[in-house]
């Protein structure tokens, strides 16, 4: 009877029959598809911003924690810069020296109405109770150093101040007159480290107060860490002292020659060899 049957009614019982008799596939990977152009354009522009990313922090970056002759740990920051506020990195110091220095916190106290009540309240209440004396030096350090920021342009040099105060407290410093303990004028960059990132990386963060030492670190225009010195919070630094390490490093780098205790620039140096070192020994020896 079934071989009797036409041909087209034939093809359709085969058809009804496999639906039903047919187990159903349980499909366990998912479909691929072709993104949306948009999508694509978007994930390749992530791409190449991340790529950018990683090129910085490895040129500048191999250790978590700043150290001397290593690469410099990479840094990006809001930063006031004249009265703007503005980022900043350790990628535009390239091929200059750059001296980074670290202080405990924006303003110091002077006349009463200097500092607006609220934030006089802030500071005394939740920042200074018992250390007044940790700001007092920070004005005087940051304004020496401006009024010879020149001097290091004229060597190759940058110097940026840093502390863990926000860009806005920054700004409203740099706006106070030096008369009543601000910093008005400033001729260099205020760093915001409020993340505390920057000051971790270079070892100087004062964890149980939660702000830097007076730290000064000082890189070379290879992005290299050349000098590191950290002082106690009340004590303050030379501007001549690092001029000096500036040019000592300079010096070194393009002659080859080591720089002795109280060097400065013009005085004579030590060909780092056994036999030609004795040229300078003998010369102390009949100056004595």
């Known amino acids: 009877m079934y071989a009797s049957r036409p041909a087209s009614l034939r093809a359709v019982s085969r058809i009804v029959t496999s639906r039903i008799f047919r187990p159903k596939l349980v499909t366990t990977r998912a479909f691929s598809y072709v993104k949306p152009l948009y999508q694509q354009e978007e994930n390749q522009k992530l791409s190449e911003y ?25 840094w990006e920051a809001l930063a006031v810069v004249g009265d703007e506020i503005k980022i900043l990195s350790l990628n535009d110091f390239e091929d200059k020296f750059l001296i980074m220095l670290f202080y405990p916190l924006d ?30 030096v920070c004005p005087t350090e940051l304004n020496a150093f401006s009024d010879r920021a020149q001097e290091f342009k004229n060597i190759g040099a940058e110097v940026v101040a840093i502390s863990c105060d926000s860009q806005f407290s920054h700004l409203a410093w740099s706006k106070m007159p030096r008369g ?12 915001a480290d409020y993340s505390k990132k920057i000051s971790e990386d270079y070892g100087v963060l004062y964890e149980e107060k939660g702000i830097p030492f007076r730290g000064t670190v000082i890189i070379d225009d290879k992005g290299t860490v050349r000098v590191i010195h950290i002082n106690d919070t009340e004590i303050g630094r030379s501007v001549d002292e690092v001029l000096r390490l500036v040019q000592a490093i300079q010096f070194a780098n393009d002659y080859g020659e080591v720089c ?19 040229a300078y020994f003998s010369k102390l020896k009949n100056e004595k």
């Open 180 to 191: 009543q303990g601000g910093i008005g004028g400033i001729k260099i960059p205020l760093v």
């Open 107 to 136: 303003f110091t106290f002077g006349e009463s109405n200097v500092i607006p009540p609220v934030l006089t309240c802030y500071l005394m209440i939740t920042r200074l109770k018992k250390e007044n004396q940790l700001i007092l």
């Open 260 to 278: 002795p205790a109280n060097w400065k620039k013009g005085d004579a140096t030590i060909v780092p060899d056994p036999k030609k070192s004795m």
């Open 50 to 74: 991340q790529k950018k990313k990683i090129l910085l922090k490895k040129k500048f970056a191999t250790e978590f924690v700043a150290k001397v002759t290593r690469p410099a740990p990479f």
